[in-house]
């Protein structure tokens, strides 16, 4: 067996079998060795943005590493904003960037740069394969490290003479590393300050967002404190039978109005909360004038053990608050709004569907009437970075078979990783990508006249519109290989968007919004 | 006026007066400036890899920097790809990379990342105006620094305050340097090892493969002496009354097949000759064995004089041989090839267009007729990063609006930008772009078989294959807002081809080939 062979060997025995791929000449070996391992499944993006946004969405869905396979740093740096978006969403992933072989990168030949400086900024871990003996220990270790915890990204070079060389080194084990609970005296210590706070909020992040940790939220819900969270999480379950706490304001200002009052933040599985953008003269740090700050766990530690390990020592009940099942009985009528095709889709939505969600400013009118829809989990844009949508779809309906997918973007966001769209279709994923059209990169509009700037004028103008031309995103789904319907009324889009739900397979659903 | 003011007044005041920009909020102060700035032309590109090779296209053009405005480092990330290329290229570019305000950055925010290490790579220069009123001497140096010579990319930080905050520090002078003629001795040198070789070769490359240069080359040529250039050439004209020196195989083996028994090869503009990739058992370096070398000018050096005082040394002719106009007379017939195209594209290509090649396995089959077309300009895929030749036209078409600009794309390299389509439509520039649909990644079938990787099993073919499902690319070039058109035989395409060059404005050709 060659290197590469040993690479895939040691993936698929520690879990690893997804591929999310855009390879080059250097890849070749990796591609061939694909073919001798079929328990690896091979995904074609026809971008590497796709590739990583998709591991991503496979890698908070199946909570283990997909790998991506990137050629050279002009491929690892057209995969780095959706990486970015996983770094922030602490994914575990495993990149395999092909490089040239070990003895002719002295040559600096075209394609030729520094791809360890490139990968640092958002890697866990960078190392450099450079013999096919070296392989599967080196794989091992990079499936490690992407574990965390917290996860994020591992990325391992792979030289092409690695790869091709002969090894008897075939595989070797990933340590799957656990989150430990937190000591009791940091425990006890919360929940006496719990106690002597007058109005305190309990913020959770990251793993305290899931499943098992919102129900033992819940609890502390049930005890009368007030819980929230981040603004954008990673993964979190909404709907029917969910405990859903408040969430931070995205505007600063808004979120200190908010918690105007409180004197005492308790952090699980997070850290003090911070404005996404400075602007003149506002805040940076949104924590209260005077409030104080505890930690229950740190994003490492065990959320679940922790929430459970404070209602105990509260004397919470057993049981917290969770969302009805309330879905809106009328079909929403006239204008498509955000807020009505949220109608729709809260209507409609499926047990168990999974809401990739990548639509800035349309975003909050479908939330509040999935509150009370069919239970579903939420991935959102963790990073900022827009364009993660559609390619986390990709990567939630790899991992995720059986669960309807929905990708819900902005027009601007959509533009970037567009891509995405024919992976959907090659792998007949069961999934609906709805793009917003408002033609405008709208939340800039906001920010221009918060940033103090004013009103955009000709040529600021020219940079916040997209309708000039209007993408025709009918055509542009077409295009990329999948079904599409443009939708200008709120009964097109329930039609629409009730139909994609009752069908299985890719579908394309453009909301014309204003 | 502020930071940002000041920013734009250094730049036009410097002949930088293009900017090629996908703004995020960080951005906004630069964006709201731009409509006090009327000498600065925006163009909004839909993805930061679009803007990166416009700038790239732009720069090769005008021999003038443009600049780019990019989103933090996700933005940056994302026009990594075409940056590369731009390194390759010695493109002058100013990058301006938005940041957090210099306060808040220390709160880790979600957009915060390493900017200055991602952007090192592939930046000359790299630096943080911090303050406003370092902003127009930073401003100054980072276009200094974009010249080199050779040229690149610089990349300058510009947080949110050092934009927003006032400063009477309005502008700076930039520094544009000249190259030095090389020593007398050295060309002397030449010129004896020239005398004494028994088949030398001079081999030419970045700014001696320009016009100038190039008429230089031809009188060695006339004097006997066998001119070559690099494989990959950043910007060459070609067609008639130009001297067409050979080129450079792109496999090591043809390479060294052709160099046969060279004894000597003199490197102009450009360094020792390097394989592509690296494949087992085959060369990296491709000078013969026992060939001695030589430089007459360095990439920093002028090449232009240094041809000149070669030529004057050895005694050559005053003049050298040039290309003859010869347009093939007959349409081509019959299935569409990449030759058949090639000779549509001979016979119609107007004099003083613009190509901007990233059309790989089809590129052969054009550049061959058009060695006798009208004269013309070729911008070449310098780094190997696929997805080059959509953005290189839009930089084309914005420093040449009087040119046609003539884009020629594989369609795997186009899917990688797809969105300059609509940068094309948007700014009406007068482009007609060729996407060569194959319908698959045709070189990586090729590449698989020489990197000893046996033929392509069913896991190994889906990476390798863009055919299931098809890409509709007269949708997709509709969806952008551009006129479409696709040809299935040399009629059509010849058709459609001449109707594009004779009109103005954009158009999309999809020419479906084997």
Chains 1, 2 share one sequence.
Not at 51 to 63: F, Q, W
Not at 213 to 240: E, K
Not at 417 to 439: G, H, K, M, P, Y
């Amino acid at each position: 067996m060659n290197g590469a062979d040993a690479l895939l060997e040691t993936f698929v025995d520690n879990d690893v079998t997804a591929c999310f791929a855009n390879p080059g000449t250097s890849e070749m070996q990796f591609v061939a060795a694909l073919d001798r391992q079929p328990k690896m499944r091979p995904v074609l993006c026809l971008f590497e943005g796709v590739a990583t946004g998709a591991a991503d969405g496979y890698g908070r869905i199946a909570e283990r590493p997909a790998c991506t396979l990137l050629h050279l740093g002009p491929g690892y740096g057209n995969g780095v904003a959706n990486l970015h978006n996983a770094r922030r969403a602490f994914t575990p992933i495993v990149n395999v960037i092909g490089d040239h072989a070990t003895y002719h990168r002295q040559y600096d030949a075209p394609l030729n740069s520094d791809i360890p400086t490139l990968a640092r900024p958002n890697s866990l871990w960078v190392k450099s394969a450079d013999r096919a003996d070296d392989v599967a220990a080196l794989a091992a270790d990079a499936i490690s490290a992407s574990y965390g915890p917290p996860g994020g990204s591992a990325s391992l070079i792979l030289p092409a003479d690695a790869a091709w060389n002969e090894t008897t080194r075939r595989t070797a084990k990933a340590r799957v590393p656990t989150r430990p609970a937190p000591a009791g005296e940091a425990v006890d210590a919360v929940a006496k300050a719990l106690r002597a706070a007058a109005k305190p909020v309990v913020l959770l992040g990251g793993q305290a967002c899931r499943a098992e940790a919102l129900a033992q939220a819940a609890r502390l819900a049930a005890h009368g404190l007030r819980v929230m969270t981040d603004t954008f999480v990673a993964r979190q379950p909404r709907g029917a039978g969910i405990y859903s706490p408040g969430r931070m304001q995205y505007f600063g200002e808004a979120a200190l109005a908010d918690l105007e009052g409180v004197d005492l933040m308790v952090f699980v599985g997070t850290v003090t909360p911070v404005a996404f953008f400075a602007y003149p003269g506002r805040p940076s740090v949104l924590t209260p004038e005077g409030c104080e700050t505890i930690v229950l766990t740190t994003r490492a530690e065990d959320s679940v053990a922790g929430l459970a390990a404070l209602a105990e020592a509260l004397g919470a009940p057993a049981q917290g608050p969770v969302q009805p099942l309330k879905r809106p009985d009328a079909a929403p009528a006239g204008g498509l709004t955000a807020q009505s095709a949220g109608v729709a889709i809260a209507r409609h939505l499926p047990e168990g569907a999974i809401i990739c969600d990548d639509s800035v400013t349309s975003g909050g009118g479908v939330a509040v009437p999935c509150m009370t829809a069919a239970p579903h989990e939420v991935l959102a844009l963790t990073g900022g970075a827009i364009g993660a949508g559609a390619p986390l779809a990709v990567g939630a309906g790899v991992a995720a078979p059986d669960s309807k997918i929905v990708a819900l973007c902005g027009d601007g966001a959509a533009m970037y990783t567009v891509q995405a769209l024919w992976s959907i279709a090659r792998e007949n994923l069961d999934c609906t990508v709805v793009v917003f059209a408002n033609s405008s990169y709208r939340i800039l509009n906001i920010e221009m006249g918060r940033t103090g700037s004013g009103n955009p004028g000709p040529s600021a103008s020219k940079l916040l519109d997209l309708g000039d031309p209007r993408i025709d995103w009918v055509s542009m789904a077409k295009g990329h290989g999948l079904p599409a319907v443009r939708c200008e009324t709120a009964e097109d889009f329930e039609k629409a968007f009730a139909g994609a739900m009752a069908q299985k397979g890719p579908m394309f659903i453009e909301a014309v919004v204003p």
